[in-house]
């Protein structure tokens, strides 16, 4: 029998206000309120000591500043310019894996649609070609009739 099938009454489980807690629940309780509490009270110390360091290296900050924003941009700089060069070349390699898997012909991701663009393009081209040799034979036919109209 399904719990669907069953009343609501027999899936809700059953609370009797009176009846004490069973030890395995007031195990429960202490241990999350242990735990609780030693994190906040971790939380507390750390804000503090945050604070207080941050009063403490305020002065030392505000003498070296002219020395570190520079540093800071030099630094910030440089690491964007590593992190950029190094995601440029993966990229590169990434793309010549996928070529080379291409032609080999290992059927890697997205060759599908690679082939169904090449299909389109390439019949898209030879009507473009077809419509051209008409307009010209068009074109060539107009020519010839104004010169025998002359």
Not at 21 to 37: C, E, Y
Not at 89 to 117: C, F, I, N, R, V
Request: include cysteine; charged fraction near 15%; proline fraction near 6%.
């Amino acid at each position: 029998m399904s719990d669907q099938s069953k009343p609501a009454t027999q899936l809700k489980p059953n609370y009797d206000s009176s009846a004490p807690p069973s030890s395995r629940q007031v195990v429960k309780f202490l241990t999350a309120a242990t735990i609780g509490t030693v994190l906040l009270v971790l939380s507390g110390l750390t804000l503090t000591g945050t604070v207080v360091a941050l009063i403490i290296a305020t002065p030392a900050l505000v003498v070296v500043s002219p020395i570190l924003v520079p540093a800071g941009t030099v630094l910030f700089l440089a690491t964007a310019g590593f992190l950029f060069s190094g995601c440029c070349g993966l990229t590169a390699l990434m793309a010549l894996s996928w070529l080379y898997e291409y032609a080999a012909g290992k059927h890697p991701p997205g060759a599908d649609q690679l082939d169904y663009a090449r299909m389109r393009i390439a019949n898209k081209a030879r009507d473009m070609k077809e419509r051209a040799k008409e307009y010209g034979q068009y074109v060539h036919h107009k020519a010839q009739e104004a010169t025998q109209a002359s």
